[in-house]
């Protein structure tokens, strides 16, 4: 033990060192882009070496950003409604492989066929719910998805990568049918209670929750105001219920860091379903799409790199083969961590 305690030492060294250059590069990067708030984690060997919060949660209160401000992680939700599935099928309840019609009723003819790893990842050729009018329009969810239901397909199934919400509204509802559950009573019970996050909860704009950070932007408003072009706003979006697996989660970067612990311990799905789960779909030409099931796969080989990106300011990525994860959220909308997460994680390589 004596003898390892010196090769202990060098590795905390190193450690702190990465630590170091990540605060620098997180506060240089903030003020270049004047982002407002921010949370950053690290995992590295299956335990968190960094977790820290910069900035404002809401600039005009002056509120600051703590380690229980919530961040919306928008469409970085879907990576978590992947692990869901993949529960599900080790629990035999479902066939990544099989049709949706197999789960769900009352499906246009043209949608039957299509497989539920191709929700997952993107290519089921489906039109977008999201371009039809939603709540906030006057419209209603019934609505919207009646009217996403009577649109042509995009494209045949498997045809191509099209990103798509409908896609993860479907997938939620096969989630409440062979789950028995609301889709969010799932995540709590089934990930979030796992993981340690207490936090972790539901909401978009419209929604009241408690210690959410403001979100913001700086693109202009179209209006005659003589600084549009370049002041900070606020920006508002929509998450209706139906389509929270695809977008709803709001959530910290400790909470974040701590699922990807729970993820990489085995305590969600087996090593065997995650190796399934980031593996990226291949389309009907036999090449691969730019998605496996839930995860953007920005890499896949010699060493994969799988993400979470959402709203143009939240991100993770997972190194599966380097024993390593970054999670950035933040509040602005532009924000885009995932362009400055690789100069994070080679701190740590």
């Not at 605060?23 to 299956?46: C, F, H, N, S, Y």
């Not at 789960?103 to 719910?129: F, K």
């Not at 929750?209 to 979100?215: D, E, K, L, Q």
């Amino acid at each position: 033990m004596l003898l390892a305690l010196p090769g202990l030492g060098r590795a905390a060294d190193a450690i702190e060192t990465s630590n170091d250059q990540t605060r620098r590069l997180i506060q240089q990067t903030m003020k270049e882009q004047r982002i407002p708030g921010l949370q950053v984690a690290v995992v590295k060997d299956g335990r968190i070496v960094l977790c820290e919060s910069y900035g404002w949660a809401n600039v005009e209160n002056r509120v600051p950003a703590t380690a229980k401000t919530l961040f919306p992680l928008n469409s970085g939700t879907k990576p978590l409604t992947g692990v869901a599935l993949m529960q599900l099928a080790e629990a035999g309840l479902v066939n990544l492989e099989a049709p949706v019609s197999r789960y769900l009723d009352d499906l246009p003819s043209a949608w039957q066929p299509i497989r539920v790893r191709q929700l997952l990842a993107h290519t089921s050729g489906l039109p977008d719910i999201v371009d039809q009018p939603g709540p906030v329009t006057g419209s209603t969810e019934a609505a919207m998805w009646k009217a996403v239901k009577q649109q042509p397909m995009e494209a045949p199934p498997g045809e191509k990568f099209a990103y798509n919400q409908t896609n993860y509204g479907l997938l939620a509802q096969i989630i409440v049918k062979q789950a028995k559950m609301p889709y969010e009573r799932y995540m709590k019970e089934r990930q979030f209670a796992l993981a340690d996050m207490p936090l972790t909860t539901f909401g978009d704009s419209y929604d009241l929750v408690a210690n959410a950070a403001t979100i913001y932007s700086r693109f202009p408003r179209r209006t005659l105001a003589p600084d549009d072009a370049d002041r900070l706003s606020h920006w508002v979006y929509e998450m209706p219920y139906s389509l929270h697996a695809g977008g709803g989660i709001q959530t910290t970067a400790t909470e974040l860091a701590n699922w990807i612990v729970a993820l990489s311990n085995g305590r969600f799905i087996s090593a065997a379903s995650a190796q399934r789960m980031w593996t990226p779909e291949k389309l009907s030409s036999g090449a691969e799409g730019s998605w496996a099931a839930g995860w953007p796969v920005l890499a896949s080989s010699p060493k994969r790199q799988v993400a979470g990106i959402g709203g143009n300011r939240a991100a993770f990525i997972v190194y599966p083969d380097e024993g390593l994860a970054v999670v950035v959220l933040t509040n602005l909308v532009g924000g885009n961590p995932e362009r400055f997460i690789p100069q994070i994680a080679a701190f740590y390589k």
